[in-house]
């Protein structure tokens, strides 16, 4: 479940997303000659010319036939996506009662208030027994989110999804965390189309070409694992599938370059969190260029789980304090994963 960056006292970790242009430039390897000033001194210049200091950018760069078609491609898939359109807005259905949780499944503190908690500054660092349980939080998690998928098809309800995937955690002996968080009335996030996160489940039927993102949090042992993934609906445009596959691409790239590279943005207000025993803690994570460098320790977790539009990152909530969409209507697709620290790098522990 995806935090709101409005905290400016929060710490914050760069992971990749901050690419120098100006390195990159400058390397030894560069075979660009870039803002290359030619100046011409008055002496040779005649007439009002000799009035005038021209100066003359020239741009040169050695491209190879592979880099030119890769080139042609993304300028004949950005013509496409340009051309992209919106679908009708989304509206809200009807919210039905909160489930039901059987008194022997453990449930978070959170529940005491339907306050919603303050970001905890508390990092998420996991001794061996730690790790076993987040290991089984987050498998459980990637086995619901996988299961909310099949789930996916025109006419099914988002409140038919958040009633099999309560019924899925609890059946697990877990709790579904969202339920009850900040008085959030469902157990799974679902955001169809331009919602860019914190969809309500309601009585709306899913439409063929719709998109879908399913955020799927559980709460097994007193360990949190959280993740989620946007699924299509029957049969969606291909400059809407491109959109996906590129926001599911990114998560193992630089993730600024490489939405701009596809002519996306990058959604600044929503970043990744640290999870365990707490929901929601230190350090956030910015998925857009930044310069707030950080560091992780070996056993802490966390997640990354940008979200990626075709137009605006700005946004309008509805009244429900909840619902979250572009101001311009255009989709927004998004992917999340824990990750754990390892002493060799990093481990996706939500990946089935």
């Known amino acids: 479940m995806v935090f709101a960056a409005s905290l400016s006292h929060a710490s914050s970790l760069q992971l990749s997303t901050s690419f120098l242009h100006e390195q990159s430039?400058?390397?030894?390897?560069?075979?660009?000659?870039?803002?290359?000033?030619?100046?011409?001194?008055?002496?040779?210049?005649?007439?009002?010319?000799?009035?005038?200091?021209?100066?003359?950018?020239?741009?040169?760069?050695?491209?190879?036939?592979?880099?030119?078609?890769?080139?042609?491609?993304?300028?004949?898939?950005?013509?496409?996506?340009?051309?992209?359109?919106?679908?009708?807005?989304?509206?809200?259905?009807?919210?039905?009662?909160?489930?039901?949780?059987?008194?022997?499944?453990?449930k978070p503190p959170y529940l005491s208030s339907k306050l919603l908690p303050e970001l905890s500054s508390e990092h998420q660092m996991h001794d061996a027994e730690g790790i076993n349980k987040m290991r089984a939080a987050c498998e459980l998690a990637a086995r619901v989110l996988n299961y909310a998928g099949t789930l996916v098809r025109p006419s099914v309800t988002t409140s038919e999804i958040d009633k099999a995937v309560h019924q899925m955690i609890i059946e697990a002996g877990a709790y579904p965390s969202p339920l009850g968080y900040g008085g959030f009335p469902k157990s799974v996030c679902t955001s169809v189309n331009e919602c860019m996160c914190h969809g309500i489940p309601d009585s709306r039927q899913l439409q063929d070409g719709d998109i879908i993102n399913i955020d799927v949090t559980v709460y097994l042992n007193g360990y949190h694992?959280?993740?989620?993934?946007?699924?299509?609906?029957?049969?969606?445009?291909?400059?809407?599938?491109?959109?996906?596959?590129?926001?599911?691409?990114?998560?193992?790239?630089?993730?600024?370059?490489?939405?701009?590279?596809?002519?996306?943005?990058?959604?600044?207000?929503?970043?990744?969190?640290?999870?365990?025993?707490?929901?929601?803690?230190?350090?956030?994570?910015?998925?857009?260029?930044?310069?707030?460098?950080?560091?992780?320790?070996?056993?802490?977790?966390?997640?990354?789980?940008?979200?990626?539009?075709?137009?605006?990152?700005?946004?309008?909530?509805?009244?429900?304090?909840?619902?979250?969409?572009?101001t311009d209507g255009g989709p927004a697709a998004q992917f999340e994963h824990t990750i754990l620290i390892t002493r060799t790098g990093a481990e996706i522990l939500t990946q089935c």
């Not at 870039?34 to 950018?57: E, R």
């Not at 701009?260 to 857009?288: M, Q």
């Open 25 to 106: 430039l400058s390397s030894s390897g560069s075979n660009h000659l870039t803002a290359l000033p030619l100046v011409f001194s008055p002496s040779t210049l005649s007439g009002k010319q000799s009035c005038l200091q021209k100066k003359l950018i020239v741009h040169a760069k050695r491209v190879s036939g592979l880099e030119e078609a890769m080139r042609i491609r993304r300028e004949r898939e950005l013509q496409s996506t340009s051309k992209f359109k919106k679908r009708p807005p989304l509206r809200r259905g009807k919210v039905s009662p909160r489930l039901p949780v059987p008194d022997h499944i453990p």
């Open 225 to 326: 694992g959280d993740t989620s993934k946007t699924f299509l609906c029957g049969n969606v445009s291909d400059p809407v599938q491109r959109l996906i596959k590129v926001t599911e691409e990114k998560l193992e790239k630089k993730i600024s370059e490489h939405a701009e590279t596809y002519g996306y943005n990058v959604v600044e207000r929503f970043v990744g969190h640290g999870v365990g025993t707490v929901f929601h803690s230190e350090p956030i994570i910015l998925h857009h260029r930044n310069e707030k460098p950080g560091c992780m320790v070996e056993g802490q977790t966390f997640t990354i789980e940008p979200i990626l539009t075709m137009g605006s990152i700005e946004c309008v909530t509805w009244p429900d304090n909840w619902t979250t969409l572009t």
